[in-house]
């Protein structure tokens, strides 16, 4: 190389042209380029040499402007064509001898530039270039096709992000679907997602923080989630809509439904007087309750269960499909069912004035309360009110005339609640809320502790009881519940504290938790000695379980589950009922720290529980007035059944934290005992 040399070489991946200026010790070189910028090469560094003449490096532009006329990447495709056939290798000098008929030095480089440039019809080896198979070619005009197309979509993709941003009407693409999706999952699970990466192209592209919460504000500001999008729900992937199959197989059970397998053994119970109690929200009505006189004087109670049952085989979509969920979520904001509304709401559920199908269970209980006797019947019943547990306790209150049924069922159930106590039967009585979001006002309501729920519960467990024997006497795996007997604190410490709230936590804290078996065993607060839970089965598995084997029992047809697949069954349904309770508690927590985030300027009543952490003044306060419990760091002199006055100075339900401010400086204000 010689001064006067135009050279091409690259500059942060950026092609630049330049004229050897002067050698630089053995093997490097001084170049200009045309503003007059001095840069040191090696010869490697050089990617094309312009020969057959010299320059100066103000020359440069006009060199470039005689090249650019010829820097057209269609004319490959014509020398690609005479060239692949022969595989006939080719240098700049004769590619441009080829392509313009003409060796000048502008011609050559326009020649390398192209080649250089070219990701499609040739390769490079060496000095030369080789051209590509047709094959090869043709494959990678696949890949810039759908390259291109993907750009395409991405820069439409930006475009209606950017109308939906300023309030515009956007029709979603299904090429969209992926970005928002990855979206969703980045804002759920943060660095855990997978696939992150368009969500963070996005979010760049956007110019906002490549953060969780960022992804989860713009989900918002699209209008695609609620800022009370509850990623409890999310995290958990629990499913929230049915699949189109699932609901097509619920239409045609509704408008075809299938043989009654228990249409010979069911009992005619349509004569019977039945109470249905509940919430006024409830829509899945799955228990009743009867009180038949008989001819010998005594009085026989009836629970009645929906049979849900009687709608699905053991194995079918449906059956699998509740399977799936396990059981039905209560949240503030709404349902997530365990059969789809369509039936859970209709035929599967006890609906007032309609001939339903049920399991009944006939009790007739001895003088204290014990069960002296009881049947189990596959039912045709016809509830005859549907009640609100306000209605009963009303009706209870008034002693309403002609309703002389209700009355006895209450009068057994305080018996039975006391034959429990007998039998070591442990009461909690802590106040529980209900929390309800509609049209984003909250509701909260303390649920009292009233005769009417107390019937219903006492009821409910008698059933249990009763189908727990059953299947007891009859060697059938079900899911029977235990509980270990607790080891409370000595009598005398319990007295120590406040009656009330403050001492039923302190048992509560010792309260082991249930457990699910298929060999029967005692459940110690329930002071029962084997126990089941058949009451639900239109929204918790377990129940439905229980309905499947007894059923099969009292027909005398195999049992649809064996041993081994109702303990297999019984591990999976528990692990995804435990995680949906998460669910309910986290987003009822949820919810009560926005209520009081909205309530900032209200004075609450709030009673010492319990420390946590006592050596850190953080104990655990009941709102009364709301029936939450919560944490609290004392400022002030304070002891369990304490009673103070609090203030929210500052909640963030979304990052799960609340604190308070104690208000007044008074003396502490025991509970009363």
């Known amino acids: 190389m010689e001064k006067g040399t135009l050279v091409e070489f690259r500059l942060h991946s950026d092609r630049r042209l330049a004229v050897l200026e002067r050698p630089e010790g053995k093997k490097h070189w001084i170049v200009l380029d045309e503003r007059g910028q001095s840069y040191t090469l090696h010869p490697r560094q050089v990617t094309y040499t312009v020969t057959g003449q010299s320059y100066k490096p103000s020359e440069i532009p006009q060199f470039l402007k005689e090249v650019e006329a ?8 014509v020398a690609w064509e005479l060239l692949v056939e022969d595989s006939e290798t080719v240098d700049p000098a004769g590619m441009a001898l080829l392509l313009f008929s003409d060796q000048s030095p502008p011609l050559c480089y326009a020649a390398h530039y192209l080649l250089s440039e070219d990701k499609l019809y040739f390769k490079q080896k060496g000095d ?35 109308q939906a941003l300023t309030d515009q009407a956007v029709e979603w693409q299904n090429s969209d679907r992926g970005r928002l999706e990855a979206l969703e999952r980045f804002a759920t699970l943060g660095e855990e997602a997978s696939h992150r990466t368009p969500a963070l192209e996005t979010l760049a592209a956007l110019g906002r923080p490549e953060t969780p919460q960022a992804g989860f504000q713009l989900l918002v500001d699209l209008g695609l989630w609620s800022v009370h999008e509850n990623l409890f729900v999310r995290r958990s992937q629990i499913p929230t809509q049915f699949s189109t199959k699932v609901l097509e197989v619920a239409k045609r059970c509704l408008e075809s439904p299938p043989p009654d397998l228990d249409v010979e053994g069911r009992l005619d119970l349509t004569g019977l007087k039945v109470y249905t109690i509940d919430d006024e929200s409830t829509r899945e009505i799955d228990d009743g309750v009867s009180l038949e006189y008989l001819e010998d004087g005594r009085q026989k109670l009836w629970i009645h269960i929906a049979d849900p049952t009687r709608w699905i085989v053991p194995g079918d979509d449906l059956d699998l ?23 859970a709401t209709g035929p599967m559920s006890l609906i007032q004035g309609k001939i339903c199908y049920a399991l009944s269970f006939g009790v007739i209980l001895d003088e204290s309360g014990a069960i002296a006797d009881y049947q189990i019947q596959t039912s045709l019943i016809k509830p005859t009110y ?54 984003d006002e909250i ?54 504290l406040p009656a009330g709230p403050v001492r039923s936590c302190a048992i509560r804290r010792c309260m082991p938790r249930s457990e699910m078996s298929i060999t029967p065993a005692r459940h110690a607060s329930l002071g029962l000695d084997t126990y089941t839970q058949v009451t639900s089965p239109i929204r918790r598995y377990t129940d439905l379980l229980a309905h499947f084997q007894i059923k099969a029992h009292l027909r005398g047809t195999p049992l649809p589950f064996s041993v081994e697949e109702m303990k297999e069954l019984l591990m999976s349904v528990g692990a995804v009922a435990q995680e949906a309770t998460s669910v309910e508690r ?29 050596h850190e003044n953080l104990a655990l306060i009941l709102l009364e007035d709301l029936g939450l419990e919560l944490a609290i760091r004392l400022t002030k002199a304070a002891s369990p059944g304490d009673r103070m006055e609090v203030k929210v100075t500052y909640a963030d339900p979304r990052q799960d934290t609340i604190q308070f401010q104690q208000l007044l400086d008074r003396e502490a204000q025991p509970a009363a005992s």
Request: zero cysteines.
């Open 70 to 77: 010829y820097l057209d990447p269609s004319s490959l495709e």
């Open 128 to 162: 030369h270039y080789e051209p590509r198979s047709a094959t090869q070619v043709a494959e990678l005009k696949h890949q810039l096709t759908v390259a291109g197309q993907k750009q395409r979509e991405w820069q439409e993709f930006l475009t209606r992000i950017q």
């Open 321 to 343: 499909e509740a399977r799936r969920r396990s059981t039905t979520i209560y949240l503030p904001t709404g349902i997530i069912p365990m059969f789809p509304p369509e039936l």
């Open 386 to 439: 549907r009640l609100t547990y306000e209605d009963v306790d009303e009706m209870l209150e008034l002693g309403v005339l002609g309703e002389s049924e209700l009355q006895a069922i209450a009068s057994w159930a305080k018996r039975r609640q006391t034959w429990r106590h007998s039998q070591g039967a442990i009461s909690i009585n802590m106040p529980e809320s209900s929390i309800k979001v509609h049209d």
């Open 443 to 496: 509701t909260i309501e303390v649920l009292e502790v009233s005769q009417s729920r107390q019937l219903v519960a006492e009821m409910m467990i008698l059933a249990g009881e009763v189908a727990a024997r059953y299947g007891q006497a009859h060697n059938l795996a079900i899911p029977f519940r235990n509980q270990t007997q607790p080891e409370l604190p000595p009598e005398e410490e319990l007295l120590q």
């Open 586 to 614: 986290q987003t009822n927590r949820y919810w009560g720290l926005e209520y009081l985030r909205r309530h900032t300027h209200e004075v609450w009543q709030a009673l010492v529980l319990r420390w946590l952490r006592e």
